[in-house]
């Protein structure tokens, strides 16, 4: 076994892709890897290696010959929001509720979107920004 490998990957990705060659190689390149203890991991020369293509985004055991190590993929993206702006029309001087449209993705999934003034808040006259938060699944957050 190569000094080092029981050791846990971390792999920040924004969704699953694949890692591994067809013959199951991993390319150092693509793996940032590091030990327990903080210093960088060799994971040049490991053969024979199996786990699922593409990481899916959780924790996978990864399999060589040399040696058995962790894989945490990890989503670090934050989720999109689309609003478009809005323009209304009234003659009330007091301002007027006004509704709009906002859509909120991510890979893992949009646990909650709040926008304030949220749509049918009564707006006065004149440009009001409006400021929209959305959480995903992750813990990632957006602002927009």
Do not use: R, W
């Not at 190569?2 to 792999?11: D, F, Q, S």
């Amino acid at each position: 076994m190569k000094p080092g490998l029981l050791l846990a990957i971390a792999v920040a990705l924004a969704c699953c892709v694949p890692l591994a060659a067809a013959d199951g190689s991993l390319p150092d390149q693509t793996l940032e890897a590091t030990s327990p203890d903080g210093a960088d991991a060799d994971l040049t020369g490991l053969n024979n290696c199996s786990h699922g293509n593409p990481f899916p985004i959780t924790q996978t055991a990864v399999s060589c010959d040399e040696g058995t190590f962790t894989v945490t993929v990890q989503d670090t993206t934050a989720p999109t929001i689309e609003a478009d702006n809005v323009t209304d029309t009234t003659t009330d001087p007091s301002g007027k509720a006004v509704s709009y449209s906002v859509t909120s993705t991510d890979v893992v999934g949009v646990t909650e979107t709040i926008c304030s003034p949220s749509s049918g808040s009564h707006f006065i006259l004149g440009p009001t920004p409006v400021t929209c938060t959305a959480h995903d699944a992750a813990g990632n957050t957006a602002e927009k």
